[in-house]
């Protein structure tokens, strides 16, 4: 064997979307969200179930149709949607960066300059020479303000903290803000949480007939079923790293719910729903 071979360097397999994918569920990588309000429209329509029916060669121009004939209003909820994603965006990969192993933090950075690099060069490809420099600049300035943004948050999350639980608890805040609401645990429940009256709620529920309690025992059901679904849906988007942050605090959440107080509170909102209904059933046998 020849002492001065060198092997050659190795190579992913992995395509550009599988190394994505695998970034996303393993690495807990933050998706980068799309670059434009069309962008973001674009991809929305994709996936939905309208442009099915439309053929594949039809779809881009049968979008643009479209978003030509939104109006301003419309226009400006997805810019300030896109806006907001691409903030979260920021704020999610310098959480993500610091996360990382040195090494591989180090490796991600550079991934980051890379690219960078890469899309000048295709500007320069691609561009005559009277607009090269003009749209090079541009596109230069702006790749550079994001790539402070982003080194900037990373230097920020990687200051002292003021105790160890704040970036954990920063990283719950966002999980909880896409928990789902969990529905009422019963038909007071629900009319205590639209009653809006200056009466005692528990007087004026004991006030409905029947066939009105019925009906709020039937649409807690139907918005339980709608939780659980939710719920699952939530469960499955998040990372591993998420998920046993999650798992972590609702521990906690559990426990706290145990609490003397908390459980006569709930106690007491199912004694006025039974009862309500013990009065409604002699009521009517009357």
């Known amino acids: 064997m020849n002492p001065d071979f060198e092997p050659p360097p190795f190579k992913s397999i992995l395509t550009k979307e ?3 994918l695998k970034e996303r569920l393993l690495d807990g990588k933050p998706v980068k969200p799309p670059n434009s309000a069309y962008s973001l429209f674009s991809t929305k329509m994709l996936q939905s179930e309208e442009i ?3 053929p594949l060669k039809d779809r881009m121009n049968y979008i643009s149709g479209l978003w030509k004939n939104m109006s301003e209003m419309e226009k400006k909820e997805y810019i300030d949607q896109t806006k907001q994603l691409i903030e979260q965006y920021k704020l999610d990969y310098a959480s993500y960066i610091k996360a990382l192993p040195k090494e591989k933090r180090q490796e991600e950075l550079k991934t980051l300059s890379k690219r960078k690099q890469k899309s000048m060069s295709e500007i320069n490809n691609h561009t005559p020479k009277k607009k090269r420099k003009e749209k090079a600049v541009k596109v230069e300035v702006k790749e550079e303000e994001e790539e402070e943004e982003v ?3 990373v230097s920020l999350s990687e200051q002292p903290l003021e105790n160890d ?3 954990e608890e920063s990283l719950m805040a966002k999980i909880v803000a896409l928990e789902p609401e969990q529905p009422p645990l019963n038909a007071f429940g629900l009319f205590l949480k639209n009653y809006s009256g200056k009466k005692p709620a528990k007087d004026e529920f004991n006030k409905l007939s029947r ?6 025992e039937k649409e807690v059901q139907n918005l339980k079923k709608a939780y659980i679904k939710d719920y699952e849906e939530f469960l499955n988007g998040l990372t591993k790293k998420q998920l046993k942050t999650f798992s972590k605090w609702s521990k906690k959440r559990d426990e706290n719910k145990k609490d003397p107080e908390i459980s006569k509170m709930g106690k007491a909102e199912a004694e006025v729903s039974s009862s309500s209904d013990s009065e409604s059933d ?4 009357s």
């Open 165 to 167: 639980n704040e970036v």
């Open 52 to 54: 099915k029916s439309c």
């Open 151 to 153: 080194q900037e948050e």
């Open 211 to 216: 066939a009105e309690k019925r009906k709020l």
């Open 282 to 285: 002699s009521s009517s046998s």
């Open 18 to 20: 599988e190394r994505a």
